[in-house]
């Protein structure tokens, strides 16, 4: 049986307006680590500073993979109806995608 445990899928407005999603087990050691830039090889290091603009917490890991997975495939226009919460507007920009 799987332990439970702390993990977060977040979302990370970049310098460029771009954004970076991630997961994690530990949220404000990662955004240390964002905002510090201890990869050079990574998408935000030339990218800071960062902003934190959403984020949600899993008891399992796989369900936290899952999510980031399709939250990596949605526009840009859904990631920020995300950040507002905005349900029938995600759902109204997953069926226009459909069509």
């Given at each position: 049986?799987?332990?439970?445990?702390?993990?977060?899928?977040?979302?990370?407005?970049?310098?460029?307006?771009?954004?970076?999603?991630?997961?994690?087990?530990?949220?404000e050691v990662r955004l240390l680590?964002?905002?510090?830039?201890?990869?050079?090889?990574?998408?935000?290091?030339?990218?800071?500073?960062?902003?934190?603009?959403?984020?949600?917490?899993f008891d399992y890991i796989e369900?936290?993979?899952?999510?980031?997975?399709?939250?990596?495939?949605?526009?840009?226009?859904?990631?920020?109806?995300?950040?507002?919460?905005?349900?029938?507007?995600?759902?109204?920009?997953?069926?226009?995608?459909?069509?």
């Amino acid at each position: 049986m799987a332990t439970i445990h702390n993990y977060f899928v977040y979302i990370l407005e970049c310098a460029d307006k771009s954004y970076y999603t991630g997961v994690t087990n530990d949220l404000e050691v990662r955004l240390l680590q964002h905002n510090n830039g201890e990869n050079p090889l990574a998408y935000t290091y030339s990218r800071r500073p960062l902003i934190l603009r959403y984020f949600q917490r899993f008891d399992y890991i796989e369900h936290a993979i899952e999510f980031e997975k399709q939250v990596k495939g949605w526009s840009r226009k859904k990631k920020e109806a995300l950040f507002l919460e905005d349900w029938n507007e995600i759902k109204r920009l997953s069926n226009l995608k459909k069509k």
